[in-house]
């Protein structure tokens, strides 16, 4: 039955959409939980919810409102961060209201939800267009190229701002680069999960390979494939199934990230009984 669902041409583009979104969101969201900045990703989603009720009202196509509008409003909320005193998390909340009131706004004026906006707000990775899935791929493997050329400065900036700063590098201009990836990376992933889910994708793996206390390489390979596993699984699963994909995808993570926490404790539970039994 796998193979049956493997050879159907949609099910194949959901599949490769799939895997490049979750090796991007994975990368992506390492630097933004290393940061404290877990939020971020919820953020712009609702940004790019206001960016694409401006495609829909205005007939552009969506997704390139949605960048447009959340890159602009990510280097802003980066700017306001950077030369006032507002706590990154209030930063975070001004951007999430904002992009979300400027959605119902203009979902109001053109009439109400449509077909279209319910498949960007919950996902539709199964509808997914062959051109669709060139754009994802073209813009997963710039993000991908550019993370790995500069992730040693990513990573000296996420454990240690001001000493970055010392040390000489363009640490704002780097931020803005991070910033208009992240907000590229979100755009990207609305097909698989939808705006109302993107930020599971970026956060749960992650905080779940954080869980094996490996080194960073390690940590990233690990949430790379929880990421990549959940997405392949939710996908087969939902089309079986026939259910809700982004949902299916984001239960997996939760069941991973459970399963994760279950064997963690038992772990600890074991070492400690270890050294009870020693003393």
């Known amino acids: 039955m796998v193979l049956e669902i493997l050879e159907t041409a949609f099910i194949q583009r959901a599949l490769v959409t799939g895997i490049a979104v979750a090796v991007i969101?994975?990368?992506?969201?390492?630097?933004?939980?290393?940061?404290?900045?877990?939020?971020?990703?919820?953020?712009?989603?609702?940004?790019?919810?206001?960016?694409?009720?401006?495609?829909?009202?205005?007939?552009i196509y969506p997704l390139w409102t949605a960048i447009v509008v959340?890159?602009?409003?990510?280097?802003?909320?980066?700017?306001?961060?950077?030369?006032?005193?507002?706590?990154?998390?209030?930063?975070?909340?001004?951007?999430?209201?904002?992009?979300?009131?400027?959605?119902?706004?203009?979902?109001?004026?053109?009439?109400?939800f449509s077909v279209d906006l319910f498949s960007f707000l919950f996902g539709s990775i199964l509808l997914v267009s062959p051109d669709e899935v060139?754009?994802?791929?073209?813009?997963?493997?710039?993000?991908?190229?550019?993370?790995?050329?500069?992730?040693?400065?990513?990573?000296y900036i996420a454990?240690?701002?001001?000493?970055?700063?010392?040390?000489?590098?363009?640490?704002?201009?780097?931020?803005?680069?991070?910033?208009?990836?992240?907000?590229?990376?979100?755009?990207?992933?609305?097909?698989l999960v939808g705006i109302l889910l993107i930020s599971s994708l970026i956060v749960i793996p992650?905080?779940?390979?954080?869980?094996?206390?490996?080194?960073?390489?390690?940590?990233?390979?690990?949430?790379?494939?929880i990421a990549v596993s959940s997405v392949i699984a939710g996908i087969l699963i939902s089309y079986a199934a026939n259910i809700a994909t982004g949902g299916t995808i984001v239960l997996v993570?939760?069941?991973?990230?459970?399963?994760a926490l279950v064997a963690k404790k038992a772990e600890r539970t074991k070492r400690l009984a270890g050294i009870k039994a020693e003393a």
């Open 25 to 59: 969101c994975s990368a992506v969201g390492f630097f933004l939980v290393l940061r404290r900045h877990s939020l971020f990703g919820d953020a712009l989603s609702h940004m790019a919810f206001g960016g694409i009720a401006v495609g829909l009202f205005t007939n």
């Open 70 to 112: 959340s890159v602009l409003a990510a280097l802003g909320m980066t700017k306001l961060r950077q030369s006032t005193k507002v706590p990154p998390d209030a930063t975070v909340a001004v951007l999430l209201s904002s992009g979300l009131a400027l959605g119902i706004v203009l979902v109001s004026i053109s009439g109400g």
């Open 134 to 155: 060139y754009i994802i791929i073209g813009l997963s493997a710039g993000i991908m190229a550019i993370l790995l050329l500069l992730y040693r400065k990513f990573m």
């Open 159 to 191: 454990f240690d701002e001001e000493q970055a700063k010392v040390s000489g590098l363009q640490v704002s201009k780097l931020n803005y680069l991070f910033i208009v990836l992240a907000s590229i990376t979100v755009i990207a992933s609305i097909r």
């Open 206 to 225: 992650n905080i779940t390979a954080m869980l094996f206390g490996k080194g960073f390489r390690k940590t990233a390979i690990i949430s790379g494939a």
């Open 253 to 259: 993570l939760v069941m991973i990230f459970l399963a």
